[in-house]
């Protein structure tokens, strides 16, 4: 069982990607990913990892099997991980937490960026087909009609703290650095 499972959220472009890569990076922890899931799912019926193909997929699978399936398939992934630091990317809605919630090493961490920001950083670094040809208007109707984005105020609202991403790497790296020493402090108390 890992000794921290820090769970992120944050809207889209806000860096919880960035967050995970130093954590991993720093202390060696493992990176579990909703998409994750749902990309192997895509790459395996050969579909291509859009935006859009990756909210069917995930709709699709929530009407079938329940909103939380997600949930459980991560949840028994990192129980049974030794590692002593587990990164959950990518929580969305309040049923991805419903089976992690419960776990006391679970935290819930909000990355957060103003959007204008945010819509700037997913232009540059267009991880999903769409975003280097995305509009602002594009950007604020995916944010305001999404099924995977209009839950996310719900879930930032459930998070224990707040990191503010809109400074640079340095100033994110330090605020990770606090975050980990804060976690461990409370874990040996």
């Known amino acids: 069982?890992?000794?921290?499972?820090?769970?992120?959220?944050?809207?889209?472009?806000?860096?919880?990607?960035?967050?995970?890569?130093?954590?991993?990076?720093?202390?060696?922890?493992?990176?579990?990913?909703?998409?994750?899931?749902?990309?192997?799912?895509?790459?395996?019926?050969?579909?291509?990892?859009?935006?859009?193909?990756?909210?069917?997929?995930?709709?699709?699978?929530?009407?079938?099997?329940?909103?939380?399936?997600?949930?459980?398939?991560?949840?028994?992934?990192?129980?049974?991980?030794?590692?002593?630091?587990?990164?959950?990317?990518?929580?969305?809605?309040?049923?991805?937490?419903?089976?992690?919630?419960?776990?006391?090493?679970?935290?819930l961490v909000n990355v957060s960026v103003p959007p204008k920001t945010r819509f700037e950083r997913m232009k540059g670094r267009g991880e999903k087909a769409g975003e280097t040809t995305m509009t602002w208007e594009d950007f604020l109707r995916v944010e305001n009609t999404a099924p995977t984005e209009i839950t996310i105020p719900l879930v930032e609202a459930r998070a224990q703290t707040t990191i503010d991403n809109s400074g640079t790497e340095d100033d994110l790296r330090k605020k990770i650095e606090e975050l980990v020493t804060a976690l461990r402090e409370k874990k040996h108390a």
Not at 76 to 82: A, G, L, Q, R, V
């Open 1 to 107: 069982m890992p000794k921290l499972i820090i769970g992120l959220v944050g809207r889209q472009g806000s860096g919880k990607g960035t967050v995970a890569k130093i954590l991993q990076e720093t202390y060696s922890a493992t990176l579990y990913r909703f998409s994750g899931i749902l990309g192997d799912i895509l790459d395996r019926i050969s579909i291509p990892k859009s935006r859009d193909n990756f909210v069917k997929i995930s709709e699709a699978l929530r009407h079938a099997f329940g909103e939380d399936v997600l949930a459980y398939a991560v949840e028994k992934e990192i129980t049974s991980s030794d590692a002593e630091i587990i990164v959950v990317d990518g929580i969305r809605r309040p049923e991805d937490i419903v089976a992690l919630e419960p776990l006391p090493q679970f935290t």
